[in-house]
């Protein structure tokens, strides 16, 4: 199996570490591989667009998450590091309103999937960057959403010391009480 995954506390959020292939040439591993992803995870799943974003330290991106056309994704870091967080947004869970955390950059090769129905967010740890996902659905503007990051019902206990620079829809995040929620 060329992947190791690892249940977080929130069991449908997933820890992916590909096999790293490596000698004094460098390294190679596969970022994605659909029938090894199927039989590590249980999950079938199409992916349909792939983003890539780069912050400078201290961005705070998310919490989003799309209402309609909910995207699952698979993340990971490629240069530097980043804490990411999911927080489970479905109303009929256990875990409802419940996040999770793990750090990734481009030294542990992690990876996070975080399933539809589920907000995600990150902020960045290193000096940038450079962040890569996969998404089961593309992206609808008119259907995305905000959650508050520093929403004191969540209580995420993000690893920053000062404040985050945030983008202007992330300023107007809503908290959980008065956020749309999956069913």
Known sequence: MSMHVTPTALPEVLIIEPKVFGDDRGIFLES?????FEAATGLKREFVQDNHSRSVCNVLRGLHYQIEHPQGKLVRVVTGEVFDVA????RNSPNFGKWVGVTLSAENK???WVPEGFAHGFVVLSESADFLY??????YPEHERSLLWNDR??????PICVPPILASKDMLGLP??????FC
Do not use: G, M
């Open 176 to 181: 959980l009480k008065e956020a749309q929620a």
């Open 153 to 158: 019902d969540i209580s995420i206990s993000w």
């Open 110 to 112: 992690r990876q996070l």
């Open 134 to 139: 996969k998404t089961t659905d593309y992206w």
């Open 87 to 90: 927080v489970d947004l479905r």
């Open 32 to 36: 994605f591989n659909r029938k090894s």
